[in-house]
């Protein structure tokens, strides 16, 4: 680890979502799991996740750091006609209901927010920023529901382990199936509201660099 991501490991007991018990899922593009799913269709999609989780006895589903997809086949957000498809996840998801809690993972202040529309965005979107030692970065919060951006303003204070927002449904989502992407940023640059979660292999080095593993926080393994 690096002096930043040892910071972040420092950190104990790490909240995000109210559910209380998690299995890994595994969405890449290798996974035996997705073999006879259709992933471009939410409402089936979402009937998997929801089957997944019943088998495995949990409230939520994570994983997709780094991971490898084909769940943004679907989307021209992804697929523009110049420069390298971006298929490579680089936050962590948390596959849960909708209307499920979410949490600050830390004390900060609201960056940024909006809703980024369209099929395959963030739909709802938070930003905060936060201060440990003398390091400044940013978690981000997407796929939240309409109403966790409604009464919010730039630099309210979120205490750790605050009420932030609950998770939107495939209709505010971006047509996905409900689930958090939580991402760690180290250097936001002009974004406001908005961050890439998924990029192209050409650009993969930088960005882990930049988004380090959001389960250096959350501490699911």
Not at 58 to 70: S, V
Not at 84 to 104: K, S, V
Not at 145 to 151: G, T, V, W
């Amino acid at each position: 680890m690096n002096q930043f991501e040892t910071l972040l490991h420092a950190q104990t007991g790490v909240k995000v979502i109210d559910s209380t018990t998690f299995v890994s899922i595994d969405l890449s593009v290798s996974s035996a799991l997705l073999a006879n799913i259709d992933v471009a269709d939410s409402d089936k999609f979402g009937d998997f996740i929801n089957r997944y989780l019943s088998e495995n006895n949990a409230d939520a589903a994570f994983g997709g750091y780094n991971e490898h997809r084909n769940l943004y086949t679907r989307s021209d957000i992804f697929n523009e006609e110049e420069g390298d498809e971006r298929n490579i996840h680089i936050g962590l998801d948390l596959w849960a209901a909708p209307g499920t809690q979410i949490f600050a993972a830390l004390d900060g202040k609201v960056h940024s927010f909006d809703y980024n529309a369209g099929v395959g965005n963030y739909g709802p979107t938070i930003i905060l920023e936060h201060q440990i030692e003398n390091e400044v970065f940013y978690t981000l919060y997407g796929h939240l529901s309409l109403e966790s951006i409604e009464e919010i303003e730039i630099g309210d204070v979120f205490n750790k382990w605050q009420k932030l927002a609950t998770l939107g449904d495939a209709s505010v989502n971006g047509d996905y199936a409900p689930h958090l992407h939580f991402q760690l940023i180290r250097e936001i640059e002009d974004f406001f509201g908005d961050y890439p979660g998924v990029c192209a292999k050409v650009d993969l080095d930088f960005y882990l660099q930049n988004c380090p593993d959001p389960n250096l926080l959350l501490k699911l393994k």
